[in-house]
């Protein structure tokens, strides 16, 4: 999308064809506009571009006119129509529609007026599969300038380490740091690896980089490369992203038509560089990287100890540097800006901004990138926009199935590696799934682990068996037949699966378990001593009885799937319990408030 309100020939009509655009509908009224300006060719250009995070508000189109640019949400058809006619051809926006512009205020003003944008600079503001729009938002020119003004390889190095950026993949090591190792160690080939294995439930951020901002990845990449003199590259992106991997072939592509990829790089003689992408068949393990290595190479996707670690023998037993998108997103900009521009945002040990994806019981689902040191209360009440349906917020999941939950009293933690930390949570790649009143905490802790039980590779028995019987235990107590020492099994069981296994899946595997234990054990104790779920959430814990306010409609009858509820005509019914299956049909069903949940 283009910014600015250059007095222009033709009104420019944009549309967000990112995935969660085109799962929303954004394809037919792209469609429906090619129709229109095949009829109405002198009065507005046609583009398109990806995701601008404002997912919850999906599809969006977006205007610029003689006066300024306007971004319109939940556009159907009719809507299109609508606004081609008054706003297009009558030079009158349709305000109500409008969720944020330059020139008037928008419903969601505040979501992307709150933002600082490095990582997602470009998504959204240009047409991802255009490397010529890339280059006009200074793209590929931090490369040029270090190829061009003769920027040393430790020069490029300490500009990184200077800018105090930590990989964003979830470990949070320095990235210069990484750098250097990797430069260190000497070898006739070396290779930078882009972990684009985004597998965490509820995150999305890579997706939408990648799609949304291809270049900036793969030029990101190519510094990296040259300051450790590596010879090849690997972008390793799970083939569930399928538009994610169209458009990084393609801009692969035209990378090397530019002369950005490939023998002697824009001229540089002796710096040959390409990369290529492999498709990931899904394993969650394999963002682990010596998993990941083994993947590219061909094997079974499984860890292995460390050391040596990948900086001196990675793939194919060469040093090699692994990264993930957003780490590799930010070089370009920390080179064209400089790293003093960088540090100035954050806080002293986690310099710059995070892109963090909202998702579960938010108002504003999507994607959002802050300055290190805002809290978690800002984002999920400024940016966020709160809670769906004014419920309570509980606790918000970070880190994913490595994560842990952060309970809504710790709500005024800063975003940072340490401070997350500290919560027993962890940063993650930055997924965020927050939770209101309505949500079980044990079902929370049973969800995660039953996740990563599922994606352990095997290899360690502690990981492969141990996770089994945390999760057999889970599933006891959200049954209401838990025991008391079920909790002291959880905890014994998870500091042994910590110590004992090889990778950060193993290692990390209880955390949700753990911190939902430290910060909800009364829910704990509740499923186990009182037989019930506080949240009413637990399926085989509920029970559903017919009140004193039932009018004998029948219509919880009708849609009882076991026929477990009985009644004559306008008197009150009731609930066989042994035939009721607890699936909530009749609660969904009744106007009258005459079904209880408990």
Same mark, same amino acid.
């Given at each position: ?537 637990? *399926? ?8 004193? @306010? /039932? +009018?004998? $409609? !029948? =219509? &919880?009858?009708?849609? #009882? ?7 004559? *005509? ?8 042994? @035939? /009721? +299956?607890? $699936? !909530? =049909? &009749?609660?969904?069903? #009744? ?8």
């Amino acid at each position: 999308m283009k910014e600015g309100t250059d007095i222009m020939d033709k009104i420019k009509v944009v549309v967000g064809l990112g995935s969660c655009g085109v799962a929303a509908g954004a394809n037919k009224v792209y469609h429906r506009l090619l129709e229109i300006e095949s009829e109405n060719k002198d009065l507005f250009e046609l583009g398109k571009t990806s995701c601008i995070g404002m997912c919850y508000r999906e599809p969006l189109v977006e205007i610029t006119d003689t006066k300024g640019t306007y971004l319109y949400g939940d556009v159907d058809i009719k809507r299109i129509d609508e606004i081609f006619e008054k706003h297009i051809k009558g030079s009158a926006p349709v305000e109500n529609y409008i969720v944020h512009s330059n020139v008037v205020k928008g419903d969601e003003q505040d979501f992307v007026d709150n933002q600082i944008k490095i990582v997602l600079r470009n998504c959204g503001m240009m047409d991802p599969e255009s490397i010529e729009e890339y280059e006009a938002r200074n793209g590929y020119k931090s490369i040029k300038k270090i190829l061009q003004e003769g920027i040393s390889e430790d020069d490029v190095i300490k500009t990184v380490l200077d800018s105090g950026l930590r990989g964003r993949g979830g470990g949070g090591f320095p990235t210069g740091m990484k750098w250097k190792f990797a430069r260190g160690y000497k070898s006739d080939e070396k290779y930078v690896i882009c972990n684009a294995d985004e597998g965490d439930p509820g995150a999305f951020m890579d997706r939408s980089v990648l799609e949304g901002d291809p270049h900036s990845v793969i030029e990101g990449m190519i510094i990296a490369a040259y300051a450790i003199n590596a010879t090849g590259g690997v972008i390793y992106c799970r083939a569930e992203y399928p538009l994610a991997v169209k458009r990084l072939n393609l801009a692969l592509q035209q990378a090397r038509d530019k002369g950005y990829l490939g023998k002697n790089v824009l001229g540089k003689q002796g710096f040959n560089f390409d990369l290529y992408v492999k498709e990931g068949a899904g394993a969650f393990v394999c963002g682990e990287e010596t998993a990941l290595i083994a993947s590219v190479e061909g094997k079974r996707g499984m860890p292995k100890k460390r050391p040596p670690f990948p900086a001196e023998a990675g793939l194919w037993a060469k040093p090699t540097n692994i990264n993930n998108v957003e780490t590799y997103a930010n070089i370009p900009w920390i080179i064209f800006h400089g790293a003093a521009e960088y540090a100035k945002y954050g806080t002293e040990k986690s310099k710059g901004t995070k892109v963090f994806a909202l998702a579960g019981k938010i108002r504003n689902s999507g994607l959002v990138e802050v300055p290190m040191g805002i809290t978690l209360n800002d984002v999920i009440f400024k940016l966020g926009g709160g809670i769906k349906e004014g419920k309570k917020f509980k606790a918000v999941q970070m880190g994913g199935p490595s994560g842990g939950c952060i309970p809504a009293e710790l709500g005024g933690t800063i975003i940072d590696y340490d401070s997350v930390n500290a919560t027993g949570a962890i940063m993650g790649s930055g997924g965020m799934v927050v939770m209101d009143e309505t949500t079980c905490m044990v079902d929370v802790a049973k969800f995660f682990l039953n996740f990563t039980q599922k994606e352990s590779c095997g290899k360690c028995t502690f990981c492969r068996i141990g996770t089994k019987r945390m999760l057999e235990i889970l599933n006891r107590i959200s049954e209401g037949i838990g025991e008391e020492e079920d909790i002291e099994k959880l905890q014994e069981l998870a500091a042994q699966i910590k110590d004992s296994s090889l990778c950060g899946l193993g290692q990390t595997a209880p955390n949700p378990v753990l911190t939902t234990l430290k910060y909800f054990r009364h829910e704990y104790e509740a499923h186990i001593r009182e037989k019930r779920c506080p949240a009413k959430a637990c *399926k085989e814990l509920i029970i559903y009885e017919i009140n004193d @306010k /039932c +009018i004998g $409609c !029948g =219509a &919880c009858a009708r849609v #009882c799937p076991t026929k477990a509820i009985t009644g004559e *005509k306008k008197q009150k019914h009731i609930i066989d319990q042994a @035939k /009721c +299956i607890k $699936c !909530g =049909a &009749c609660f969904d069903t #009744c106007k009258f408030s005459s079904i209880d949940k408990n």
